[in-house]
């Protein structure tokens, strides 16, 4: 029996006392305007582990010692339930890194494009996708370039930027090479340097707009509030014409220092939301504090405070549609073929990593059990002695029973982050 360990420190502060404490304004003022995914959100992070949830009981078995613990809402929004998804995913991801550079690729919307994708999220999220996974693999599989080669890269969808605001970019992590037409060899990028900026930014931006104008056509694009003028063809050409003019941003890091470097950024941006709890440091007479990074100025960490209406507002604006993939996997990672590509790959680059044979993972299987087992059972707080069975259940309610907001809690939630 592993010793006992404490229960981790709850933040001072979480998003979802934001939302309880600001909930009701907000929606006088904006919620004639919300999507149902967003009022969802807004109401899954209020109940979050709260008795709407449903829950159970512990009983330790040597003392008596009663805890009552509350579901989480498993909406991929909230920042208390990510942890979970993150770790099985990365399991997952673990076993399909190959001993090659990998380097992180980021394609930027410009801000007039941001505009138009915020009213037409499904879509032009979808275009920023299929132009940079487009670009990636086109250029790669120029002879001028990295030599005709496959490569694997995933992509990560980020809506927001450190205040907040709308900013869509994808965040890719690409194979240092990949398979030949004839996958036959291996073809790496020098160690140093992947393919040229200047063409993936061009040829990024003229794949979006040539989807852009596609899409205009078959009439597939919405257009509301201040936007409404660009549903006319020639105002539409003119504004197409005015937001690729310019340079588009593509910025590509440094190779990862190893695949293990890999995993920790893919921890780190996966499964990230808009704002994590740790970043808020008070909430007090109805605004909020929150702890941002200023790139603009050379990543300076400073401080920001809005009212919670105008918290949750941001917070909403990057609420998915539903069932929107935010993360996606291209070239020998695709889906359909992602195994045998991976075989051969590794095949080629005479890797000893061999896919576990099932009677290679039966042990590490028992072992994950095993540890659930002594999780699902800890030690109990008080006595340090017995375990804490569970020794009553009770279920969670309906989402249309919870969806308005829960009750404002008595008086203003005043409590600060000691960080």
């Not at 109401?43 to 582990?49: E, K, S, V, Y």
């Not at 605001?165 to 291996?186: E, F, I, K, N, Q």
């Not at 990024?204 to 006319?232: C, S, V, W």
């Not at 539409?236 to 890999?262: H, I, M, N, Q």
Request: charge should be positive; aromatic fraction near 10%; proline fraction near 6%.
């Amino acid at each position: 029996m592993s010793p006992c360990q404490p229960p981790p420190d709850r933040p001072g502060l979480e998003v979802a006392d934001v939302f309880r404490g600001g909930a009701s304004g907000f929606l006088q003022r904006y919620g004639s305007t919300l999507s149902v995914q967003q009022k969802r959100v807004l109401a899954d992070i209020q109940a979050c582990r709260t008795a709407a949830m449903g829950g159970h009981v512990r009983t330790c078995d040597h003392c008596r010692h009663r805890e009552i613990a509350y579901n989480s809402c498993r909406n991929r929004h909230c920042p208390k339930c990510q942890a979970m998804a993150r770790a099985e995913w990365l399991k997952q991801r673990e076993a399909e890194l190959l001993p090659v550079p990998y380097f992180h690729v980021v394609f930027t919307l410009p801000a007039e494009v941001g505009a138009l994708a915020s009213q037409n999220k499904r879509l032009l999220y979808g275009m920023l996708f299929e132009a940079a996974s487009q670009t990636l693999m086109q250029v790669a599989a120029n002879p001028r370039h990295l030599g005709a080669a496959e490569i694997g890269l995933l992509a990560v969808l980020h809506t927001w930027g450190q205040n907040l605001m709308h900013h869509p970019h994808l965040h890719c992590v690409v194979s240092g090479g990949g398979l030949s037409a004839d996958r036959t060899r291996w073809i790496a990028t020098k160690p140093y340097y992947f393919l040229p900026v200047k063409v993936l930014s061009r040829v990024f931006r003229n794949k979006y707009r040539a989807l852009l104008q596609k899409a205009f056509e078959r009439g597939e694009i919405a257009f509301f509030g201040e936007l409404q003028p660009l549903a006319d063809p020639k105002i539409f050409r003119r504004y197409l014409d005015a937001v690729t003019r310019g340079e588009w941003v593509v910025y590509a890091k440094p190779p990862f220092g190893s695949p293990s470097c890999v995993l920790k950024y893919l921890a780190r941006y996966t499964h990230r939301v808009a704002i994590s709890n740790r970043r808020l440091l008070g909430y007090r007479d109805g605004r909020v504090t929150f702890r941002y990074k200023d790139y603009a100025r050379g990543s300076q960490s400073r401080v920001m405070t809005v009212t919670a209406g105008e918290f949750i507002r941001r917070f909403l604006l990057h609420v998915l549609p539903e069932g929107f993939m935010r993360i996606r996997h291209y070239g020998y990672l695709a889906n359909r073929h992602r195994q045998q590509r991976l075989e051969l790959c590794r095949r080629l680059l005479g890797s000893a990593a061999a896919t576990e044979t099932p009677a290679d993972a039966a042990p590490a299987q028992t072992a994950s059990s095993e540890q659930e087992g002594e999780e699902s059972s800890p030690c109990c707080p008080i006595c340090k002695t017995g375990r804490m069975q569970i020794t009553e259940t009770f279920e969670r309610l309906a989402r249309r029973e919870y969806l308005v907001p829960l009750p404002k809690p008595d008086g203003d939630v005043v409590r600060e982050d000691s960080s």
